[in-house]
């Protein structure tokens, strides 16, 4: 039998050591856009149940923004930052606003969406307008904003920066519902996610995308309201959980996730694959 050396000790209690730590947020500061409920919210809880240290939520309610970052602080720290990101200002406001809290953020998640649906010939441009600012322009020029901090916490903290985007399941595959703008712009996101990664990765940031299927939400509230019955449609027979989606966020932000460069995680019990 060779004799174990002290450097091969060494090694596999370094390795040891890593993969114990593999999925930990440990330290990490994240900021979670839309983060007052439903999905964002999940992604919240988990963050902070693994170790974030502190994690930012903004929603376009101040009210409603700030009562669930108190409720979410009992994970750990939570602070609400109310604001309007759907226009230029709001999310400039916002990241002026970070830039004075925080010298480095480790994770952005940019989870704040919108969906309009009407029939094709009566289709109004607000509604146009409205969701495709949201989830598609709002996601770029956040990032953007924020990109110093971003490439700071990278250079400092010794880790990778990480971009998450929340994009859909209705990006990838159609659904039966006249979401003409949200069904274009969540697609358009998953392709953009693909180039910002490129580009981003050269700074130490790695930008991905979660594609949700039914969770239960303001947004999606057939799947809150209908969930045994949006169940039955669903390969895996039930609609997402707070678990599946917080995985899925930790995963992708945490060191287990460092190799996974501008892909979209599906995370919808089979549904893409069944339609």
């Known amino acids: 039998m060779r004799p174990v050396t002290i450097k091969g000790v060494a090694l596999k209690i370094s390795m040891i050591v890593l993969m114990k730590d593999l999925f930990s947020l440990k330290n990490r500061v994240a900021i979670v856009t839309g983060g007052s409920r439903g999905i964002g919210a999940m992604i919240v809880e988990g963050f902070l149940e693994h170790g974030c240290s502190r994690v930012y939520i903004t929603a376009r309610k101040a009210a409603q923004c700030d009562a669930a970052a108190k409720e979410l602080s009992q994970f750990g720290e939570c602070i609400s930052i109310p604001g309007d990101l759907s226009t230029q200002a709001g999310v400039t406001t916002f990241a002026a606003e970070i830039a004075k809290r925080e010298p480095t953020i480790d994770i952005l998640v940019n989870n704040a969406g919108a969906a309009w649906m009407a029939e094709f010939d009566s ?20 990032t953007q904003a924020l990109a110093p901090q971003l490439r700071a916490a990278a250079a400092k903290n010794k880790h990778l920066a990480k971009v998450i985007n929340i994009a859909s399941v209705d990006g990838i595959s159609v659904n039966e519902m006249e979401t003409y703008p949200y069904a274009a712009s969540k697609a358009g996101l ?14 130490d940031i790695v930008v991905t ?21 949006v169940a ?44």
């Open 123 to 142: 289709f109004p441009e607000s509604g146009w307008d409205k969701t495709v600012d949201l989830n598609m322009k709002t996601p770029f020029f956040l």
């Open 232 to 275: 039955s449609q669903i390969p895996a027979k039930r609609i997402g959980t707070a678990e599946d989606m917080a995985g899925a966020a930790i995963y992708l932000a945490s060191r287990a996730g460092d190799y996974v460069v501008g892909s979209t995680i599906i995370v919808d019990g089979g549904v893409t694959y069944a339609r």
């Open 209 to 229: 995308a979660i594609a949700p299927g039914a969770f239960a939400s303001e947004m999606n509230k057939i799947a809150r309201d209908h969930g045994e019955m």
């Open 190 to 203: 998953i392709h953009m996610t693909k180039r910002m990664a490129l580009r981003l990765i050269q700074d």
